[in-house]
């Protein structure tokens, strides 16, 4: 492999990580956001019954909120085994030592820095191919591929960042309009 080829791959790597690094960092936070937000919604369900006593859903707001704490519960254990933090880290540790690795090569030895950058490759998780098209997505990635590859990848890619713009969205609404419509029944 020569010189050029090398420092492309492992430039790749490196901005794939970078990439993985802040999606897992904006993951953690929505996560944190919304079981917070989820708790404090129930919460204020559970207490509306005391102040809003006319509402047609009285009878089922201790069904609604038991279950709903359940659900919040539920997804903090699975969102804590997750530990997007730790694995943001090593997304940066990562990239950190593939930057070692393409000094390495610019200065010295070609066969070091392939052997720097095998050793990294090995010993850190890898990214999700939305990473890498990410960083890759106005250009094709290799010249076998055809043009509807290339859009197929740019739809697959436009479809998953319009659901990261959608779920939370819909997520913070969800509550608000369930709470609007126990409060206003008539609406």
Same mark, same amino acid.
């Given at each position: ?8 791959r ?5 901005k794939?990580?970078?990439n993985a ?6 993951l ?5 956001f ?7 919604t129930?919460l ?10 006319q ?7 201790d069904w ?7 659900v919040?519960?539920?997804f ?5 085994s997750?530990?997007?933090k730790n ?5 940066k540790?990562c990239y950190?030592? !593939?930057?070692?690795? *393409?000094?390495?090569?610019?200065n &010295?030895s070609?066969?070091?820095g /392939?052997?720097? =950058?095998?050793?990294?490759?090995k ?5 999700l191919v ?10 094709? !990635?290799n010249?076998? *591929?055809s043009?509807f590859?290339? &859009?197929?990848?740019?739809?697959? /890619?436009?479809? =998953?960042?319009l659901?990261?713009y ?8 969800v509550?608000?309009i369930?709470?609007?419509?126990y409060i206003y029944p008539?609406?």
């Amino acid at each position: 492999m020569e010189k050029n080829q090398l420092l492309n791959r492992v430039w790749n790597s490196k901005k794939s990580r970078m990439n993985a690094e802040a999606r897992l960092i904006a993951l953690n936070f929505y996560a944190s956001f919304f079981l917070s937000y989820y708790g404090v919604t129930f919460l204020c369900f559970q207490l509306s019954s005391k102040f809003f006593p006319q509402s047609v859903f009285i009878s089922q707001i201790d069904w609604m909120a038991t279950s709903s704490s359940l659900v919040v519960m539920v997804f903090s254990i699975i969102v804590g085994s997750q530990d997007l933090k730790n694995k943001s880290r090593d997304m940066k540790k990562c990239y950190v030592e !593939l930057s070692e690795a *393409e000094e390495i090569i610019e200065n &010295g030895s070609l066969d070091d820095g /392939y052997r720097k =950058y095998n050793e990294i490759m090995k010993k850190y998780d890898n990214h999700l191919v939305f990473d890498y098209w990410k960083i890759n997505l106005f250009k094709k !990635l290799n010249s076998s *591929e055809s043009g509807f590859d290339c &859009g197929l990848r740019h739809t697959i /890619y436009f479809l =998953y960042k319009l659901l990261s713009y959608v779920v939370p969205l819909t997520l913070f609404l969800v509550p608000i309009i369930v709470f609007v419509k126990y409060i206003y029944p008539s609406l």
